[in-house]
């Protein structure tokens, strides 16, 4: 029995669901999401509420019940509230800033690095060591967090790098004096 899949979604007032077939679009204030879903699931309409069901009891059915839910909740959540990652820049030398719609980040290399936001994904630097990812899909809005925090991840020595906020680095111990 899962719990998560069994709950139905509310639909708040402005957000309009429509489903064809496999397909769930979701549009809302900040946008409009859209998704095929898995052919097992069996998904509607029924009020003001979605409704997830699943044919039967075996094991594919249960792993895709909850997580299906999760995704048409997560696309509700999307279009009425947005998604936002907050990244931390910490180094010498390293900082970011917008130019146009791109983020121009100082990382130590060479060259400065250009990430060019996809569509649908809101960038900003409110100063120039924190960076915030914003946008109404949950996992394009990680993805995009995630290939901006590849280009330096925080080492575990200095824990120079770009870190989400709130995140713990494990530091190491350096090297210590050589005693005879």
Do not use: C
């Amino acid at each position: 029995m899962s719990r998560i899949g069994n709950k139905p979604i509310a639909v708040p007032a402005g957000v309009e669901i429509k489903i064809d077939g496999h397909k769930v679009t979701v549009k809302g204030s900040k946008g409009t999401l859209e998704r095929n879903l898995h052919p097992l699931m069996d998904v509607k309409l029924e009020g003001n509420e979605v409704i997830v069901t699943r044919p039967n009891d075996e094991i594919e059915s249960r792993e895709l019940h909850g997580l299906t839910r999760t995704l048409i909740h997560n696309m509700i959540v999307g279009v009425t509230e947005g998604f936002k990652k907050k990244l931390e820049i910490q180094g010498v030398g390293y900082n970011a800033k917008m130019q146009g719609k791109d983020l121009r980040l100082a990382l130590g290399f060479s060259h400065p690095v250009i990430v060019v936001p996809p569509e649908g994904i809101t960038i900003t630097t409110p100063s120039s060591v924190v960076i915030e990812v914003s946008g109404a899909n949950k996992e394009l809005v990680g993805q995009v967090a995630a290939e901006i925090r590849s280009w330096r991840e925080p080492e575990p020595y200095k824990g120079k790098g770009i870190r989400y906020s709130g995140e713990h680095v494990r530091r190491k111990a350096g090297k210590t004096g050589a005693t005879k």
